[in-house]
């Protein structure tokens, strides 16, 4: 314990646990930190003004509304725009496979074509003479078919046969051709029909000095009279072509489409330094291959991308199309800024519009803070004039109604005093106490610098209930409900001024409450005890009122753990003070005296204290029942 204290509260300890001391202590010091950081926070906002407080107050909330607003208008047209670009990529994509599809159905069809020609199934079905010559017009018979053939279509890029004996022919144009029909004559063996389309790869044959990419389609075919097997007709198509399909589709300025088979290996781009490389190391290609439709990722290089994919099951291949994310986004970037933009000018607004809220709050309570100055000053002539009806207007009217009962209250006095003897003179002038009514004023002025209306109205009432009760109609002896009523409402009034440093109780019989009292008994004997016992105690501080009958005796108890008495103070209550001012009027004394004026010298007060533990004072009284009527 004696290390926490010291590294929270000494510098110098701070600064060795700082640079030496255990991840623990530097926890603990960070927090202390933190703590001192909040507390000087919080009493900074506790010093400002109200205005202020409701200008700052009006900042953070728009402030705080303008960034969630921001936030999620941002959020949810940036998951508007995100799905709209995965759906316009999606009917792109799904135009680029019906249009492979018409290609491949053409593709298709052509061959069927070839394998149909009446040239390629004279000339295949017979075979080989002597005559040379015979064959070299047999082979140039066919070739002139399939070149007839393929400059029908440009996408059509050679057609190839290959017979069961081996000779290749071709739509002309091409060299170095190579013989890949072994392969295909093997995996297409046993079936009447064969057909298989083949994966991007750089062509078997030579055109002019380069061989180029291309897809290629290979089927098998037999003879229409005889049913044997002919031979195999390969058709390419360039895959510069395929690319060609997909290369003006716009998906972005950065966006881009490729086609990727099931290996990771980029098939078709319209870039072609892309073309077989592999995307299997990018986060999106798992995915792409099993999935259909949009997903955000972040590639390899770091990049977000919204990546789009279909499947095309005729090569086994998956159509990718990706977008960067900053490009989608672009749009909605410029909008938040403006909507930021327009957000700051509705701030200014909030707190120029705050301000004359705040004034207008403000003015009403200034006002009313200068009129309880004048009437703590003592000048009672005064008039709040608020108009409002709110709890400021209920407040101002609650103080003019208990200004205007003070005024009553005080004029009663003297009216009463003229009649009574000094004595009572003096004891209906500490009534009104202005130092206890001062005390309430400012405790209410505290009350609306805080807005605690609902506190305000409560003392206010409390003290009109307080003054209702000492005027008592102008009668001198009242019942002990009326006292303890009254005795009550004062520690009540007491307790919003020094809170949870007072507490009192009260244990009352309930056949004391219609016995008779003088009036302002025990509040005198209650305001001594604070004081003078309680007021300059440490701790809490507790008031106890106990009365119950003794026979014909009423007995009143009446203690407190203040500091207590010392001997010689206690000795010189009781004896006759040389100036009974106003301010000892209401002293334990005088409290005597009028007990034993009204009721007989048996009767009166006894102290007896303890100096540092408290005092007890015991009131004796007769116990004489209110008569009906006398109330």
Request: proline share 2%; net charge neutral.
């Amino acid at each position: 314990m004696d290390m926490e204290r010291k590294v929270y509260f000494s510098p110098s300890v701070l600064s060795y646990h700082r640079e030496f001391g255990s991840p623990e202590h530097r926890r603990l010091v960070s927090s202390a930190m933190k703590g001192n950081l909040r507390g000087k926070l919080l009493e900074k906002y506790y010093s400002l003004s109200i205005n202020k407080k409701i200008v700052f107050s009006f900042i953070v909330a728009f402030s705080v509304l303008l960034a969630l607003l921001a936030l999620l208008t941002y959020k949810i047209s940036s998951s508007i725009l995100i799905q709209k670009a995965v759906e316009n990529t999606e009917q792109n994509l799904r135009l680029v496979s019906e249009k492979l599809d018409l290609i491949l159905d053409n593709a298709e069809n052509y061959s069927k074509i070839v394998i149909t020609d009446n040239t390629v199934q004279d000339v295949l079905s017979k075979p080989l003479t002597d005559d040379p010559l015979i064959n070299y017009q047999r082979y140039i018979a066919v070739q002139d078919s399939l070149k007839g053939i393929a400059d029908t279509k440009t996408f059509i890029n050679a057609v190839i046969i290959y017979d069961r004996l081996g000779r290749i022919y071709d739509s002309g144009s091409l060299e170095g051709v190579e013989d890949v029909s072994r392969a295909y004559f093997d995996k297409f063996a046993g079936s009447a029909y064969g057909l298989e389309w083949a994966d991007t790869s750089a062509s078997n044959y030579w055109q002019g000095t380069s061989k180029y990419d291309v897809i290629k389609l290979f089927q098998k075919f037999n003879s229409d009279r005889v049913g044997q097997t002919l031979g195999l007709v390969e058709l390419t198509i360039m895959e510069s072509y395929i690319a060609d399909q997909y290369r003006n589709i716009d998906i972005g300025k950065n966006g881009s489409i490729f086609i990727v088979n099931k290996r990771g290996l980029i098939s078709s781009n319209t870039d072609k330094r892309e073309l077989y490389k592999s995307v299997a190391d990018q986060p999106y290609f798992f995915w792409v291959t099993a999935h259909e439709g949009g997903e955000q990722f972040r590639d390899a290089s770091g990049r977000e991308l919204l990546v789009v994919s279909r499947y095309f099951p005729r090569l086994d291949w998956t159509i990718v199309g990706t977008v960067p994310i900053r490009e989608i986004m672009k749009d909605n970037d410029i909008l938040t800024q403006r909507f930021l933009a327009l957000g700051i000018v509705f701030v200014l607004t909030g707190v120029i519009l705050s301000f004359v809220i705040a004034t207008s709050i403000t003015k009403p309570l200034n006002k009313i803070k200068a009129t309880v100055k004048n009437v703590q000053e003592g000048n009672l002539d005064v008039w709040l004039d608020l108009k409002s009806r709110d709890e400021i207007g209920a407040l101002a009217r609650e103080f003019n109604k208990m200004v205007d009962r003070t005024k009553t209250l005080m004029s009663s006095m003297v009216e009463e005093q003229k009649r009574k003897r000094e004595f009572e003179l003096a004891a209906l002038q500490a009534q009104i106490n202005p130092h206890f009514l001062y005390n309430t004023l400012e405790s209410i002025c505290a009350l609306a610098d805080l807005k605690r209306n609902a506190d305000i109205v409560a003392v206010v009432n409390r003290l009109a209930s307080f003054y209702r009760g000492v005027l008592s109609k102008g009668n001198a002896i009242i019942p002990m409900e009326d006292e303890i009523h009254i005795t009550r409402t004062y520690l009540e009034i007491l307790k919003v001024r020094y809170g949870a440093q007072l507490d009192y109780s009260f244990d009352i019989e309930m056949n004391v409450y219609r016995c008779q009292t003088v009036k302002l008994l025990l509040q005198p004997i209650v305001e001594n005890s604070v004081y003078h016992g309680l007021k300059n105690k440490r701790g809490k501080g507790l008031i106890s009122v106990r009365a119950a009958l003794d026979g014909e005796i009423l007995k009143i108890v009446v203690e407190d753990n203040g500091v207590g008495m010392k001997p010689e103070t206690l000795e010189g209550i009781f004896k006759p003070l040389l100036d009974q001012g106003r301010q000892r009027s209401f002293g334990l004394k005088s409290t005597d005296e009028r007990i034993k004026l009204y009721f007989g010298m048996e009767y009166g007060l006894s102290v007896s204290s303890e100096y540092g533990a408290g005092t007890t004072v015991t009131v004796k009284l007769p116990a004489i029942r209110m008569q009906e009527g006398t109330e």
